[in-house]
């Protein structure tokens, strides 16, 4: 009953877009992570109980319709919890998909290029105290308009790191940022501010 139940779920989702949005359950034996539509690859690490590294790029991520990836709550059928604590990004195949990623325990992306291209991702909420952004995270991400928090820990931002994120608004307050790559936000003519008071280093075309 549970296979038909998950394709006819599927095949709503192929036809017309719809998404469960359910939250994510863990399955320790063949370490995916699934909604019920979009499935993906995710490995314990730091030898805890808790922690997840949730793989998109480097490993399997398939589904149909549109996606929006919730990790705020992540159980496994025992009723245990789990943290998705790093990223590895989405694949081309679900770029055309992505609406949402809300991971409010990420704290690091493990590949450069993480969002790179998602033309309909919209909205993104990450750990306040994620630590770097690497080059690309969200190059030509032109739909992203809310990022949260604004207020960030980051110690850097690689180069292109939100280029071409025509429609993201707010002030950024980078209270810890020594390090700012080329072309960092160039093209975000909606961002009224970026405040980074320790910077060092700024690389070119840094700002539109």
Same mark, same amino acid.
């Not at 990836?69 to 990004?89: E, M, P, Q, R």
């Not at 180069?159 to 993201?168: T, V």
């Given at each position: 009953m549970k296979i038909y139940i998950k394709c006819i779920i599927a095949l709503l989702a192929a036809i017309t877009g719809f998404s469960a949005n359910a939250a994510f359950t863990y399955n320790p034996?063949?370490?995916?992570?699934?909604d019920g539509v979009w499935t993906f690859t995710a490995t314990l690490v730091k030898n805890t109980t808790d922690e997840l590294d949730v793989v998109?790029?480097?490993? !399997?991520?398939?589904?149909a319709g549109e996606c929006k990836i919730d990790l705020t709550t992540i159980t496994d059928?025992?009723?245990n919890f789990y943290k998705a604590v790093s990223f590895f990004?989405?694949?081309a195949a679900g770029a055309q998909f992505l609406t949402e990623f809300i991971a409010p325990e990420c704290k690091s992306f493990a590949?450069?290029?993480c969002f790179e291209g998602k033309s309909k991702l919209k909205k993104v909420a990450l750990n306040p105290l994620f630590s770097t952004f690497k080059n690309n995270a969200f190059k030509n991400c032109a739909a992203l308009e809310e990022f949260s928090p604004l207020?960030?820990?980051?110690? !850097?931002?690689g180069d292109n790191c939100f280029y071409g994120c025509s429609s993201l608004v707010g002030e950024f307050i980078l209270e810890e940022c020594t390090s700012l790559g080329g072309n960092a936000f160039l093209g975000c003519k909606k961002i009224t501010s970026v405040k980074i008071p320790k910077v060092t280093s700024i690389g070119t075309y840094a700002f539109s």
């Amino acid at each position: 009953m549970k296979i038909y139940i998950k394709c006819i779920i599927a095949l709503l989702a192929a036809i017309t877009g719809f998404s469960a949005n359910a939250a994510f359950t863990y399955n320790p034996n063949d370490k995916t992570l699934s909604d019920g539509v979009w499935t993906f690859t995710a490995t314990l690490v730091k030898n805890t109980t808790d922690e997840l590294d949730v793989v998109g790029t480097d490993g !399997s991520f398939e589904g149909a319709g549109e996606c929006k990836i919730d990790l705020t709550t992540i159980t496994d059928s025992g009723g245990n919890f789990y943290k998705a604590v790093s990223f590895f990004g989405v694949p081309a195949a679900g770029a055309q998909f992505l609406t949402e990623f809300i991971a409010p325990e990420c704290k690091s992306f493990a590949n450069k290029s993480c969002f790179e291209g998602k033309s309909k991702l919209k909205k993104v909420a990450l750990n306040p105290l994620f630590s770097t952004f690497k080059n690309n995270a969200f190059k030509n991400c032109a739909a992203l308009e809310e990022f949260s928090p604004l207020i960030l820990n980051v110690t !850097s931002i690689g180069d292109n790191c939100f280029y071409g994120c025509s429609s993201l608004v707010g002030e950024f307050i980078l209270e810890e940022c020594t390090s700012l790559g080329g072309n960092a936000f160039l093209g975000c003519k909606k961002i009224t501010s970026v405040k980074i008071p320790k910077v060092t280093s700024i690389g070119t075309y840094a700002f539109s």
